[in-house]
Structure formats: structure tokens, C-alpha cells
């Protein structure tokens, strides 16, 4: 029987609040090291821990009681100024909100959890009497004489940061939840994996030490159902089916009145009226119960000042995260699905784009590196930026590393311009592995993150200048329920393409087909572009040459998608095949005339039709569609 039996909504509204109060207070406390004075700043961190502390004692966890109590005693002494903030206080208290949220690990499993670990708790004691200096090693001095043994110290242990910063994965056994790091770097096998790891989200489960959950393994995150809803939009909704209702009554009316033979041009025209508002009713409650899906793109960002210091302090970096646009909105269930990729993209700014501080000093820049994370609205878009003023990336090592790893051929890196060369690091398999190079490492499980990206129908597109710093942009819908799309047809049978990859439609004419490679090309404005038939990325017959083409834009590759009409753009509402779901199709929509339609999932078809070196099997099928009888 669970420990929490009988008290499960208390204990998941605890896990809500607590949850955002322990993200406020590591952002708290990450500015409060650049300002220790700020006792505004501090009274904020006592009050959050407390109301913590308040909740856990409600619900009897008594084990995270004392550790609330412990942490929130030395919170007293630095208000009251007994004692004043060191890096090695703050080492403590980042140490013991790791702990924490460890805690809330058991807890989301209806677990009572076990008590923290006796040293943190004798480091914390220590801290209080003011003897910590003399009489404990922070954990941050235990990182360094252990990496001052070791051959790579630049590599810092990033299992054990994730799961001490999210909770979402087993740390190291050499390594306490938020110690920073004490354990010996993993090696290259163990950090690719962790990488492609970063793409599965887990719950989170404790350290090695105390786990319930054997090491190495993940359990699925059970995704969180609840949302909060401001009640002013609720009021918005039930006012407009209210609405609808009394509308419903009037049609239901007209419709009698017209059964019976009335049709006089006054009861025509009061039909009229009553299905128009019935139609502008129907699309604000549309509108209206997509905005309580809404949430601020901030309870996301809230993490990641904590993720950017810790990694900072274990490379010895001075990094800034600078966040903007927090207020932003965004789909409920992309922020969850969000929330590794970025991640992924913010430590790979600390550690590999951002210098050491000699290094910055050596070529002009401020000694601390900023990483800024914003958020904006752009249209029916969001655009978030994950950028960095550190060394950059070489569009031409980019390219020969791709050709060395063989992931495309010499003919194929002589025809990418600069963008779409930096977008090669996100190939699968792509590393800059010699970390020699001003790109090294940039590229490894990058291709996972544009995997998680594309599961939202959205983009990512990368910027970068040589010692100036890198700039990854991420296009996404507003919502996930509506897809804007094209249509297009392959004889009488439409297919639906997500319209974020369309760039343009342009007719196909013979004349202006090319061979260059063995495959049929056509030339666009300076571009050579591959002619790919849907029918052949279906394995379907062409029975004639594509009369138009689509010009689709997928990452670092572009090409022309050979259809033989289209018709017209279309907000497709998605219905997902749950049973069963044929390769290349992402779900289905139906049409105003009834008709339905499958989306199609370009990425899958591209990958499973062709391949990425199998694009000129296509092209071959295209060009014999192409020549002449």
C-alpha cells in the first residue's frame, strides 16, 4: 500500500507548488552569489524553503523536514547576518536543494524518502556553527583535487549534473546528487551515451546509494496531466458555451419552422444570421479552450540558471545565463517535451562554446561568457534562441569532418553554402571528435535534439561566426492540436505536408531538368535542388513525370518534392493513428468536404524512402520519369 494512501491530491498539489518554489529558490540563490548583500533576495530564499518545509510536514515526510530545517537555519544565519556568503555556503545549500528535489523524486512515487546523506547533513551542521571552512570540504574542493588527478578534467560528469539539477536520471555511484562532481569523467562511450540518453526524459529516481531503482536503468516519466488555469479564462469559455447553447436552441427552432414549411425569406435570413454566429461562436470557444492549454515558457527557463552555474563552476568558467521573454506562452505539452533539448543546448554553450576566462581575456572579450535563452511570439510561431558569445564553429571543418565520417560525399560538401554546412551537426552520428578543433564536440547528440524539435513540428536552425559566438533558433507552432499545412495531390489523392518546411511551389517544366550526378536536378535561384518524386517516397508507381514541385527545407538539406497538383493551405486539426501508424505518416485530418487526408511525416519519408546517401535513388526515378519517350 502506498504511504501516501488516502492523501494523493494533497500530496500532488504539494508536488506542484513545491516543485516551482524550489525552481524559484536555485534562481534565487544563483543570483544571490552575484549579489550577496541582497537581504530582499535572501528573505526570498528563507520564505520559499519554509513554506517547503511547512508542506513536507503536513504530509509526514519527516526525512525531508529535517533537511528543510537544517538548510533553512543556515538561511536564518546569513539573513541576520551571523554569517556571510562564501562559495563554499553556496556549495552547501545548492548541495542540500539537490537533495531536495531528490526527495520529491520518492515522493511523486508515493514513497516516503530516506533520510539525506550524513555528510551533507554534517556539512550543513558545520555551516551553521560557521566552521565549515575549517571543518568540512565542500564538494567543490573535492571536485578539484579529484580532477587535478585526472587525465581529461575538462569533462565534467553530466548524468550526475542532470540528475542533481532535474531529477530526471540515476547519478554516478561515485557521485552525490548535486556534489559537482567528485567521480572519475566517464569516458567518450559513456558520455556519446548520455548524450543520446538526454533525448528520453526519466523520473527522477536517487543516487546509486540510496536507489530504489537499479543503476543504469530509467523508469518512464509518468507525464504530469494536471495544468493551472487562470479562472478568467474558464469564465471565458463557459460564457461562450453558454453562448452556443441558446444559439443551438435557435437553430433547433428555425429547423422546426422549416420542417413544418415555413420558408419565407424572414426565416431564410434568420437562418442565415443564427449559423453565422453559431460559426464566430464555435471558433472563439476554439480559441478560447486552446489558451488554457497556454502556459508561461518561464516555468521551463526557470531551471536552467541552476544547470549554467553548476556546469560553470565544475569547468571553472564564469558564464552568465541571461533569460528573456520568460512571459512568452506556449502549449502545455511542448514545455515538457521542451525541456531536455534545451538542456542539451545550454550545456553544450557552457562547455564547449564558451572559452576559459584566460582564453576570453586573450582575444578581448570579458573574462564571463554570456549564455542567453529567450522566448518570443512571432505570428502563430514561437522562436526560441539559445545563444552564446563564445569561439564559434568553422563552417569548413564542419564540412570535411561530414565527408571524413562519411556522411556525405566530397560533390555534396562542395555544393552546401555556410548555413547549410552548420547544419550538418545535426546528422546523426556527426562529432567533432579529435576537440582539437574551435568546434569540438558541438555536434555530438545534436541530432537528437532536432529529432525532439521535429516531434513538435517545429525547426532548428543554427548561426555561428568564428570567435563570436553561436546561435541556435527553434521555430515552433503555437499549438500542437492545429498544423497549418499544403495540399497537394498525387492524381485524385490529397496528402497534407507540414507548410513550416514549404519555401515555395514552382512548376516542373522538362526543359529545365537537369542531370547532374546521375540525378534529375533543377536550378532555383542559384541553387541546385534533387527532384524527388512523393511517389517514389511513398513506393508508389510513377506513372508520369511530377507537373509541379515543392521546394521543402529540412534542416541542412533542401529538395524539390515532385507532386502532380496541389490544393490550396489548410489548418489541419490532427487525429493520431494510435493503433496503427504507417511509416511516413504522422496523423490524419478531415477536410470540410468530409474527406480525410493523411499528414504526411516528410522527415520519416525522407529518411525511410531515401536515406540521406540514398537520395540519388530517387533522383534516378525521377529522371527517367524526366526523359524522353
Avoid at 495 to 518: D, K, N, T, W
Wanted: charged content about 25%.
Amino acid at each position: 500500500m502506498s504511504d501516501f494512501a488516502g492523501m494523493q491530491d494533497l500530496l500532488q498539489d504539494f508536488l506542484v507548488e513545491a516543485e516551482d518554489l524550489l525552481s524559484g529558490v536555485d534562481n534565487k540563490l544563483v543570483e544571490l552569489e552575484r549579489n550577496p548583500e541582497d537581504r530582499a533576495l535572501l528573505n526570498e530564499v528563507f520564505r520559499g524553503f519554509h513554506t517547503i518545509k511547512g508542506g513536507a510536514g503536513f504530509l509526514g515526510a519527516q526525512e525531508l523536514v529535517t533537511l528543510c530545517h537544517l538548510t533553512e537555519n543556515l538561511f536564518d544565519k546569513l539573513r541576520n547576518g551571523e554569517l556571510h556568503l562564501s562559495a563554499a555556503l553556496m556549495d552547501v545549500i545548492l548541495e542540500a536543494t539537490a537533495a531536495v528535489r531528490e526527495m520529491f523524486g520518492y515522493l511523486e512515487r508515493s514513497v516516503q524518502p530516506p533520510p539525506a546523506d550524513p555528510q551533507l547533513l554534517e556539512r550543513l551542521r558545520l555551516a551553521i556553527a560557521g566552521k565549515l571552512e575549517q571543518g568540512g570540504e565542500t564538494p567543490a574542493s573535492n571536485m578539484t583535487q579529484t580532477n587535478a588527478q585526472q587525465p581529461n578534467a575538462s569533462e565534467p560528469d553530466w548524468e550526475a549534473l542532470h540528475a542533481a539539477v532535474t531529477g530526471s536520471g540515476a547519478a554516478s555511484p561515485k557521485t552525490p546528487v548535486g556534489s559537482g562532481g567528485s567521480g572519475a569523467p566517464p569516458s567518450k562511450e559513456a558520455k556519446g551515451q548520455a548524450d543520446e540518453d538526454e533525448g528520453r526524459a526519466a523520473v527522477p529516481v536517487a543516487t546509486a546509494r540510496r536507489s530504489v531503482v537499479p543503476l543504469g536503468r530509467k523508469e518512464p516519466m509518468q507525464r504530469e496531466t494536471a495544468i493551472r488555469v487562470d479562472t478568467a479564462r474558464l469564465d471565458q469559455v463557459l460564457n461562450l458555451a453558454g453562448e452556443i447553447g441558446l444559439t443551438k436552441n435557435r437553430l433547433t427552432a428555425l429547423r422546426s419552422d422549416i420542417l413544418s414549411g415555413k420558408t419565407d425569406p424572414d426565416t431564410l435570413h434568420a437562418l442565415d444570421v443564427a449559423v453565422n454566429q453559431l460559426d464566430l461562436l464555435v471558433s472563439d470557444l476554439q480559441n478560447a479552450v486552446m489558451k488554457t492549454r497556454m502556459q508561461p515558457i518561464g516555468r521551463l527557463f526557470q531551471k536552467y540558471p541552476r544547470i549554467a552555474r553548476d556546469l560553470a563552476r565544475q569547468l571553472g568558467k564564469e558564464v552568465e545565463l541571461v533569460i528573456e521573454g520568460e512571459e512568452t506562452e506556449i502549449d502545455k505539452t511542448m514545455i515538457e517535451d521542451l525541456s531536455d533539448p534545451l538542456i542539451h543546448l545550454i550545456r553544450n554553450a557552457v562547455d564547449h562554446g564558451i572559452e576559459m576566462p584566460d582564453e576570453r581575456i586573450a582575444v578581448g572579450k570579458p573574462p564571463q561568457g554570456t549564455v542567453t535563452l529567450a522566448a518570443k511570439q512571432e505570428g502563430d510561431h514561437i522562436v526560441i534562441i539559445v545563444a552564446d558569445d563564445g569561439r564559434g564553429m568553422d563552417p569548413e571543418k564542419i564540412r570535411a569532418k561530414a565527408v571524413e565520417k562519411g556522411l556525405i560525399t566530397p560533390e555534396e560538401a562542395n555544393g552546401l553554402d555556410e548555413r547549410q554546412s552548420l547544419n550538418l551537426i545535426f546528422l546523426p552520428g556527426f562529432s567533432m571528435a579529435d576537440r582539437v578543433s574551435d568546434v569540438s564536440g558541438r555536434g555530438v547528440g545534436t541530432d537528437v535534439v532536432r529529432t525532439n524539435i521535429t516531434k513538435l513540428n517545429g525547426t532548428i536552425d543554427v548561426r555561428s561566426e568564428v570567435g563570436r559566438g553561436t546561435t541556435f533558433i527553434i521555430n515552433l507552432p503555437l499549438t500542437l492540436a492545429i498544423l497549418p499545412v499544403l495540399l497537394v495531390r498525387l492524381g485524385e489523392q490529397p496528402f497534407a505536408v507540414p507548410l513550416s518546411m514549404v519555401r515555395e511551389i514552382l512548376p516542373i517544366h522538362l526543359e529545365e531538368v537537369r542531370e547532374v550526378g546521375g540525378r534529375a536536378t533543377l536550378f532555383v535561384r542559384g541553387e541546385v535542388l534533387p527532384i524527388l518524386p512523393l511517389a517514389n517516397l511513398l513506393n508508389w508507381t510513377l506513372e508520369r513525370a511530377p507537373a509541379y514541385g515543392v521546394l521543402m527545407q529540412m534542416a541542412e538539406f533542401s529538395f524539390i518534392l515532385g507532386i502532380d497538383t496541389f490544393a490550396g493551405r489548410e489548418d489541419a486539426v490532427i487525429k493520431s493513428l494510435e493503433d496503427f501508424r504507417p511509416k511516413g505518416v504522422a496523423g490524419v485530418t478531415i477536410l470540410s468536404n468530409g474527406q480525410i487526408v493523411l499528414i504526411l511525416d516528410m522527415k520519416e519519408l525522407f529518411e525511410t524512402g531515401t536515406g540521406t546517401k540514398g537520395v540519388s535513388k530517387a533522383s534516378l526515378e525521377a529522371k527517367k520519369a524526366f526523359a524522353p519517350a
